[in-house]
């Protein structure tokens, strides 16, 4: 006699086949390593950095701009195009599109390993952003569209570990990598991971769209695909030049403004939307959206400074730094998953308030770190880190997920990354230049009192540790005496920037207190909770 579902754990009257409800965790594997893979990418980037800089063979011979253009152009086409793939996903199929993103990306990973040039690197990395900005909305998306609603919170719990996982082992893996094999190694590793994910979804994944779409609004994706690369681009900018006040930066800021503000008007009077901005008067959906901005914001700042202060500061290689920052992967990895028991226990506006808290708490104890404090308290505030950013995300990611229907998954999903790409470029934007800042206040006096030291050398030696350190290794004997005040100048900027993402992590906590739901919040999603068409998912049976 057949089995029903109900009695192999499915809801009895669930929107899900059961074909689809059987290998639902092995869904989750495989969107968990397209990911993964898309995030890795990024953090092994930086590790690289160095020997991309170096002369032929070894590396490009890249300059500083190019660099940071190696790591822009690829944030730059990916928030740009966030919003924009979602939608895709939700009218033509998540499926074909996330199989899409996966092989464009593959393509461009293979194209940026061999790279003639500096240039050559920053228009392949454009292209992988190309099919990162694909891939990341339909994971999320498919997700949804796969687990029943009890199962959603523990399902993202997981997703959301993975891309902490993917964040921490980057460094790691790229330091592996450049000791064994020449710079483009970073790229092509991706390859083989790309052609086991791709058959692997064509096999496991079902596909998965909006049954009624309504018309395509290409006035709406135009405005918000212009809107937010003017926007990111401004930011980055602003990172760039470490000043806000420039006119391009400025011009750019507006400009992506206005057009943002042109986007929400025209999607108001639209009778297609691309996306409803009726969601964003839901406080709950509101305040999930900016806690997701405000904990990146915060934490890519310090990612940004800490990378500083483990190398140039104390010591450690890119492979042992990477190493370093494996407690809050693995803390997310042990907490993200059972973020819902507590959710379940004393509800979202609890635990991601305590968890916003948690966050700002560990960014304070950034304090206590000097020249040669005991690594064992980075350690702690690391996991203690992670622990309070498995109990932000789940939660909110699940909020902002379940306040669309399902149908409207791949919008949620890219409104989720989207917000999370702008805080994240703003949190390195903005405290990149207060940490330049702060470091270049307190070493010029330092430089200005080196005998025979020209003016230009002395603004170049300022802009950052790195450069002080160069300055001082070229000057011989004569430098050391500029190791010391420069590693204490750098401690005293790395601990004003942590006082500012501590600012904005206690900020996302009365947001989050003020306006998510309590215990007892408002229970049902817009599509009450019923099962979505079955011709929806029964694509992939």
Not at 373 to 392: K, N, R
Not at 399 to 416: D, E, F, T
Request: a neutral charge; proline letters at 5%; aromatic letters at 8%.
């Amino acid at each position: 006699m057949a089995t029903s579902p109900s009695a192999q754990g499915a809801p009895a009257e669930s929107g899900v086949p059961e074909a689809i409800h059987r290998r639902r965790w092995a869904i989750l594997v495989v969107l968990m390593f397209s990911v993964l893979v898309v995030v890795l990418d990024n953090s092994i980037l930086n590790v690289a950095m160095k020997t991309i800089a170096s002369p032929k063979p070894t590396g490009l011979g890249a300059t500083q701009s190019q660099l940071e253009w190696a790591i822009n152009s690829y944030t730059l086409v990916f928030a740009g195009l966030l919003f924009t793939a979602g939608i895709l996903g939700d009218r033509i199929g998540r499926k074909k599109v996330l199989l899409g993103g996966m092989a464009v990306f593959g393509m461009g990973s293979v194209l940026a390993a061999f790279s003639g040039s500096p240039g050559e690197l920053i228009g392949f990395r454009a292209l992988m952003g190309l099919g990162a900005a694909f891939v990341m909305p339909a994971t999320l998306a498919i997700l949804v569209n796969v687990f029943e609603r009890e199962e959603q919170a523990k399902a993202i719990g997981i997703w959301v570990a993975a891309v902490g996982l993917a964040i921490a082992i980057g460094p790691i893996t790229g330091g592996v990598l450049l000791e064994h094999f020449w710079w483009g190694s970073v790229f092509f590793v991706n390859v083989p991971i790309v052609i086991v994910g791709l058959i692997a979804m064509v096999v496991l994944v079902p596909d998965s769209r909006d049954p009624a779409p309504g018309r395509v609004d290409p006035l709406g994706v135009l405005l918000s695909v212009v809107g937010l690369v003017l926007l990111v681009y401004g930011i980055i900018k602003g990172g760039q030049l470490a000043d806000f006040t420039d006119a391009q930066v400025l011009g750019s800021i507006a400009a992506g403004l206005a057009v943002l503000g042109l986007f929400v008007v025209h999607e108001k009077r639209s009778d297609h939307p691309a996306i409803d901005i009726g969601y964003f008067r839901n406080p709950a959906f509101s305040a999930a959206i900016a806690a997701v901005a405000l904990v990146f914001f915060a934490l890519m700042g310090v990612t940004f400074f800490m990378v500083f202060y483990t190398q140039s500061v104390r010591g450690y290689s890119a492979l042992e730094s990477g190493l370093l920052i494996l407690p809050l992967a693995v803390a997310q990895l042990i907490f993200a998953p059972r973020a819902r028991l507590v959710v379940e226990r004393f509800g979202a506006r609890a635990v991601c308030t305590g968890g916003m808290l948690l966050v700002a708490a560990t960014m304070s104890g950034f304090l206590l770190l000097g020249v040669d404090t005991p690594i064992v308290v980075l350690e702690v505030l690391f996991f203690a880190q992670g622990t309070g950013m498995a109990h932000i995300m789940p939660p909110v990611t699940t909020g902002i997920m379940q306040a669309l229907p399902r149908q409207k998954a791949g919008s949620g999903s890219a409104l989720n990354n989207t917000f999370r790409q702008v805080g994240g470029a703003l949190g390195v934007a903005v405290l990149g230049s207060v940490l330049s800042t702060a470091y270049r206040d307190r070493i010029r006096d330092t430089l200005a009192a080196v005998p025979g030291l020209p003016d230009s050398v002395q603004r170049s030696a300022g802009e950052s540790v790195e450069a002080t350190m160069g300055v001082a290794e070229k000057l011989g004997p004569r430098g050391q005496a500029l190791v010391g005040p420069a590693q204490d100048a750098f401690v005293h900027a790395m601990h004003i920037t942590a006082l500012g993402s501590a600012g904005v992590a206690v900020l996302g906590a009365l947001v989050v207190l003020a306006f998510l739901p309590g215990k007892e919040g408002p229970g049902r999603a817009p599509d009450d909770g019923r099962a979505h068409p079955r011709e929806e998912a029964s694509a992939g049976q």
